[in-house]
């Protein structure tokens, strides 16, 4: 049995789990948070990005056994206390997603930009969001999104 923390929560791993299932099939397939999603597989179009220890990483190619003891954030709890965080909100007024697929990965990447970078410039986003693909491109719409958060 192995013990993470997730979105402020201790949830348990049944003996079912390898230590090497990567952490987006846990957090979907045994805990039930599906906000995270397959794209890739190799950790290269960001859709399965999800906060540990306050890092972007995706989820896709990490082994739940290196998430032990460190908080994991999904964007199923970024949002607090019933409140939605300010890039959510913001995602919403400029109207970004038009399938929505990558979008929790998209907000999940730029939340913790913005966490070292609170004033970014438009070359700090850019650079951030490169690794976040976006098949409809929405990127001018995420963009904007992102500077109207801060």
Do not use: F
Not at 16 to 24: E, F, Q
Not at 85 to 108: K, R
Request: charged share 20%; hydrophobic share 35%.
């Amino acid at each position: 049995m192995m013990r993470l923390q997730v979105n402020g929560e201790e949830r348990v791993i049944g003996d079912d789990v390898t230590p090497d299932t990567p952490l987006l099939w846990v957090l979907r397939d045994n805990l039930g948070l599906v906000g995270a999603k397959y794209g890739c597989g190799i950790g290269s179009c960001g859709a399965c990005t999800v906060h540990v220890d306050g890092k972007a990483v995706r989820s896709c190619t990490l082994p739940v056994s290196q998430v032990a003891g460190k908080p994991v954030t999904t964007i199923e709890g970024l949002a607090r206390d019933g409140k939605l965080h300010p890039l959510q909100v913001a995602w919403i007024e400029n109207d970004v997603p038009q399938c929505g697929y990558c979008q929790a990965g998209q907000i999940m990447n730029a939340a913790a930009m913005l966490k070292d970078k609170p004033k970014p410039t438009d070359a700090d986003i850019r650079g951030a969001m490169t690794g976040n693909i976006c098949r409809c491109g929405c990127y001018v719409r995420i963009h904007s999104a992102i500077l109207e958060s801060v």
